[in-house]
C-alpha cells in the first residue's frame, strides 16, 4: 500500500463523453503526476502538477486537463472520449517536484473503458 | 525525444536467475527506475540508479551504464511471485519535473 488513492477503480463511458477521475496523494507529497496504461505497453506521461500548477506535460490533446487542490489531492478531466482513451489510469505521488532519490508512489488506478 | 528499449517477454525456471535488459536514448537523464507490476495492479518501485555501477538491493540489485545508455535489473533466485512485468523509466532532469518516460515493460514468467 502506497497511501495514494484514486477513484473510481472502473469505468464504462461512451464515445464523445467526459469523465472526471480523482486521486488523493500520500500524506506530505505535494506532487501529483498522471499517466494512461494501455494494454500491454509502459505507462505515458499525460501531466504533472506541483502546488496546483502544472508542472510539465507530455504528448496529450488539450482535451485531457488536470487541476491539483490545495490538499494536493488532483483530478483528472477527459472531454470527447475516444475508443483509444481505454486504459488503465494511473497517478502517482512524490515529496518533492525535482526528485533525488525519491520514486514516485503510484495508486491502483482507475480503469477506463469507452465504447 | 524520448526512446526506452526492452525485450517484451521473457521465461525462467523457479530459483534460476533472469537478467532483463534496458537500453535507453532520453534528451534528459536524472536517474532510471525500476518498477515491477502485476497484472491488473500498480506499478511498484524496486530499484533507483543515478550513477554508474551496480546498486546493491537485496534480490532487486540493478546496474546503470550512463555513457553506454544501459542497465539491467538481475532478478536472483525466482520465486513464482517474481511472475510481472518489469518496467524501466527514466526521469527527466529537474526543469522537466519528475517527469518518467517509460520503456514497455518486460513480462516474466516463472515456470516450475
Known amino acids: 500500500e502506497t497511501g495514494v488513492t484514486q477513484s473510481p477503480t472502473h469505468l464504462i463511458k461512451t464515445r464523445g463523453q467526459q469523465v472526471t477521475l480523482r486521486c488523493s496523494s500520500q500524506?506530505?507529497?505535494?506532487?501529483v503526476s498522471w499517466y494512461q496504461q494501455a494494454l500491454g505497453q509502459g505507462p505515458q506521461f499525460i501531466f504533472q502538477?506541483?502546488?496546483?500548477?502544472?508542472?510539465g506535460r507530455g504528448n496529450f490533446p488539450p482535451r485531457f486537463s488536470g487541476l491539483q487542490f490545495p490538499n494536493y489531492s488532483s483530478e483528472l478531466n477527459v472531454n470527447a472520449l475516444e475508443l483509444d482513451d481505454s486504459a488503465l489510469y494511473l497517478c502517482?505521488?512524490?515529496?518533492?517536484?525535482?526528485?533525488?532519490?525519491?520514486?514516485?508512489?503510484f495508486g491502483p488506478g482507475t480503469r477506463l473503458l469507452v465504447l | 525525444g524520448q526512446n526506452i528499449d526492452q525485450p517484451t517477454e521473457m521465461t525462467a525456471t523457479e530459483g534460476a536467475i533472469v537478467q532483463i535488459n534496458c537500453t535507453y536514448q532520453?534528451?534528459?537523464?536524472?536517474?532510471l527506475f525500476w518498477y515491477q507490476q502485476h497484472a491488473g495492479e500498480a506499478p511498484t518501485f524496486l530499484s533507483y540508479?543515478?550513477?554508474?555501477g551496480l546498486e546493491e538491493k537485496g534480490r532487486f540489485s540493478s546496474f546503470l551504464s550512463r555513457s553506454k545508455g544501459y542497465s539491467y535489473l538481475p532478478l536472483k533466485e525466482l520465486q513464482m511471485k517474481d511472475s510481472a512485468s518489469y518496467l524501466c523509466?527514466?526521469?527527466?532532469?529537474?526543469?522537466?519535473?519528475?517527469?518518467?518516460?517509460f520503456g514497455g515493460g518486460t513480462r516474466v514468467l516463472v515456470k516450475p
Open positions: 502517482a505521488s512524490s515529496p518533492r517536484r525535482s526528485g533525488g532519490s525519491e520514486t514516485q508512489y
Open positions: 500524506s506530505g507529497h505535494n506532487t
Open positions: 502538477y506541483y502546488r496546483e500548477e502544472e508542472n
Open positions: 532520453t534528451s534528459g537523464f536524472n536517474g
Open positions: 540508479n543515478v550513477l554508474d
Open positions: 523509466a527514466v526521469r527527466d532532469v529537474p526543469a522537466a519535473g519528475n517527469k518518467l518516460t
